[in-house]
């Protein structure tokens, strides 16, 4: 059976799993959230298929893509899918709602299950994620929260989200904390990042607001939607503050595995913007190699972020609300935390 991403319009809470039946490689780069790869051709058996079909002869390439097919079916069939029950109901795609799908679809039928190929596959979705995200402004009342790097944002927007107020946590989604040692295991690709955003953005209600940390347009090496960036710019802003020997011990503790690993201290710190010159950066990995890590987190934040900071234009805007932390304690972090859910409760939306 096909369903159009019409029919979906209400989520694909409807089907048991959804089963993205594409190579690996075009799964890494983007997937339907929620998607499982069960892949009917591997990348190799891709290019081989499609040279065939290119070069030689569309009939070679059918039957031999049909051979692959038919053997990784069997595979999945007889591994992840072998305790199916019979009344399971998957979704499949691939990338227009082809060959691929249609075929896997098929066979799943004929074993009995209720299967449903999405019409129009990756392909339509993907226009209609670009379409969410850079043709239509978001409807959404924004809270920023912003300071200064190592000031706890990260740790205070998980507090608030185990409070029950609405989040977006965008470095999460970009698997990636910011600076230019927040990877968190490799940023996905900017597809990927746009699809996690979509339906985290799906998955707000508008009628409540959302606290977001304040980002740049950039996080690591993805974009934010100008339009979601717009939103961002136009909220209102909690402004946290905590004395510079707080953030520094903060920060040492979340650097420390980065900071004795000089190797990979080296690459990172030659990313930094700006260039600070090879005498600086012989000198911060000299601290690193030395186990001087909280000096070299106050060199950090005295010469690079800190300035980057203030150039932004960020630091000295007037905030709505100023939270001024003795220290990034769990008793400190709570009462700002506290603050932050009153502030959000007194409904103080502009243009009211």
């Not at 038919?70 to 305790?83: D, I, K, M, Q, T």
């Not at 980002?215 to 934010?224: A, K, T, V, Y």
Request: glycine residues 12%; contains cysteine.
């Amino acid at each position: 059976m096909l369903r159009t991403l019409q029919d979906l319009s209400g989520g694909v809470a409807g089907f048991d799993q959804v089963i993205d039946v594409r190579s690996p490689g075009e799964f890494a780069e983007d997937h339907l959230p929620g998607a499982v790869n069960l892949p009917v051709l591997d990348d190799d058996e891709r290019a081989e298929v499609g040279t065939i079909y290119a070069q030689s002869s569309k009939f070679d390439a059918r039957r031999i893509g049909a051979a692959h097919i038919a053997r990784n079916v069997a595979a999945h069939l007889e591994g992840p899918l072998r305790h199916k029950i019979g009344g399971w109901s998957p979704l499949l795609y691939c990338w227009r709602g082809g060959q691929r799908s249609q075929a896997m679809g098929l066979i799943l039928a004929q074993v009995g299950w209720r299967t449903t190929v999405l019409q129009g596959g990756y392909r339509t979705y993907r226009r209609g994620v670009v379409a969410r995200l850079y043709d239509q402004a978001p409807s959404l009342d924004v809270v920023l929260l912003g300071g200064p790097t190592g000031v706890g944002k990260t740790d205070l927007l998980a507090r608030l989200a185990a409070r029950g107020v609405q989040t977006l946590d965008l470095e999460a989604l970009a698997a990636h904390r910011g600076s230019v040692f927040g990877e968190m295991g490799g940023q996905p690709s900017q597809k990927l990042f746009e699809s996690r955003l979509a339906a985290a953005l799906d998955a707000l209600d508008a009628t409540r607001p959302v606290v977001v940390e304040a980002e740049s347009s950039r996080i690591g090496e993805r974009f934010l939607p100008p339009a979601l960036w717009g939103a961002m710019q136009a909220g209102r802003r909690i402004e946290l503050c905590a004395p510079v020997e707080a953030r520094v011990a903060a920060l040492a503790r979340a650097y420390d595995p980065v900071a004795r690993n000089p190797d990979q201290l080296a690459e990172l710190l030659g990313r930094l913007p700006g260039r600070h010159g090879r005498k600086r950066l012989d000198a911060w990995l000299a601290m690193a190699r030395a186990g001087e890590i909280e000096a070299l987190v106050a060199e950090l934040l005295a010469e690079h972020y800190d300035p980057a900071y203030r150039r932004s234009g960020r630091e000295g805007a007037s905030p709505s609300l100023l939270l001024e932390l003795e220290d990034l304690g769990q008793g400190a972090q709570e009462v700002a935390a506290k603050a932050v859910v009153d502030f959000i409760a007194c409904g103080d939306r502009p243009g009211r």
